[in-house]
Structures are given as C-alpha cells and as structure tokens.
C-alpha cells in the first residue's frame, strides 16, 4: 500500500523558507497527482498546491501564489513544495496525499480532499519571530 513521507517542516521566521519533501519509500511518484495541504488550528484542512501526474500542470491557492512552488525530482523520487516568505498565516500542519487514479490531474480548483487516497503523517511548519 503506498505510503508518502513528509519531511522538512520546522520553525521559521516570517519572510523565511521551508522546502517540504514527499517521499514514496517502494513507490514511483510520478505515477501519481501529488497535493499539498495543510490545516491550521481550529481550521479546515485545505489545499495549497498540486502537480498533475498527466502533464505536470500544477495548482496553487491564491493565499500561496507567487511565493510556494511545487515540483518532482523523478531521479529522487520526491515532490517538494518550496516556502518563500513564509508568513505567520502559513502556520500548519503541512500534508502531502496522492491521487492514485490512472491520468489523474489537478484541474484549476482547489483540490478536493475526496480525491486523493493516500495520506503522509503530516509536517509541522511554524511561521514565528
């Protein structure tokens, strides 16, 4: 059963940077539409970012547009999202989850939760001074 590793989280200051990384121990990842979401406290959990197993189109939420950018290493079998001017608002637990149907992409909404099958643990990432 596929299982996805995230790794990367941690403190930062506001205006820093993070790079979260998905991993797949067993699996091949550019096989599948990797997300991003995150949940905040008392917050739902919503989605930051996607990058389309079919044609590597990518989504992102426009509270991180502009500053987060999603890509996969297929030589190292991982997708990253890249923090930039991490703000105290981006404060979360940080999810990476795949979509495992065949030809699976990310479309131009927000993805939906429903759709992605396999979940990491989760990454704390915490934007303080």
């Known amino acids: 059963q596929l299982q996805l590793v995230e790794s990367g989280g941690g403190l930062a200051q506001p205006g820093g940077s993070l790079r979260l990384s998905c991993a797949a121990p067993?699996?091949?990842?550019?096989?599948?539409?990797i997300g991003w979401f995150r949940q905040a406290p008392g917050k739902e959990r919503e989605g930051v970012s996607c990058i389309s197993s079919s044609d590597g189109t990518t989504y992102y939420a426009d509270s991180v547009k502009g500053r987060f950018t999603i890509s996969r290493d297929n030589a190292k079998n991982t997708v990253y999202l890249q923090m930039n001017s991490l703000k105290p608002e981006d404060t979360a637990v940080y999810y990476c989850?795949?979509?495992?149907?065949?030809?699976?992409?990310?479309?131009?909404?927000?993805?939906?939760?429903?759709?992605?099958?396999?979940w990491g643990q989760g990454t704390q990432v915490t934007v303080s001074s």
């Open positions: 067993g699996f091949t990842l550019h096989y599948y539409t």
């Open positions: 989850a795949a979509n495992t149907m065949y030809g699976s992409s990310c479309g131009t909404a927000s993805p939906d939760i429903a759709d992605f099958n396999s």
